[in-house]
């Protein structure tokens, strides 16, 4: 399995991004699909995540509003849209799978696979 997190560069504060994730070696419309970042020094935190049929999605509260996850199951890619960025969403970005059930896909362990991670780095 093969997750490739790509998108990620230098943008000021207020600028938009749009990351993507591409899938493959696993059924793509299976899993449930994640976002999750990590600062220098911090944890990894969730971002958001959307349904394996795509019609759900959720959000952490830092980034409620300001971004949005959707897929392309035809393209095996999932995607972050993040716009009005601020200088605290400066991070490493993370796209993930989860086979298990949707209620169940807000914490790193949910998650069966982990693309490599692509950084996000936001000026003032």
């Known amino acids: 399995v093969l997750l490739q997190a790509y998108g990620g560069g230098l943008v000021q504060a207020g600028g938009s991004l749009r990351l993507s994730c591409a899938a493959s070696?696993?059924?793509?419309?299976?899993?449930?699909m994640g976002w999750f970042r990590q600062a220098p020094g911090k944890e990894r935190e969730f971002v958001g995540v959307i349904r394996r049929n795509g019609g759900i999605t959720d959000y952490a509260d830092s980034v409620k509003g300001r971004f949005t996850i959707s897929r392309d199951n035809a393209k095996n890619t999932v995607y972050l849209q993040m716009n009005s960025l601020k200088p605290e969403d400066t991070a490493v970005y993370y796209c993930?799978?989860?086979?298990?059930?949707?209620?169940?896909?807000?914490?790193?362990?949910?998650?069966?696979?982990w693309g490599q991670g692509t950084l996000v780095t936001v000026s003032s």
């Open positions: 993930a799978a989860n086979l298990g059930p949707y209620s169940d896909s807000s914490r790193n362990y949910d998650y069966d696979y």
């Open positions: 070696e696993l059924t793509f419309s299976n899993y449930n």
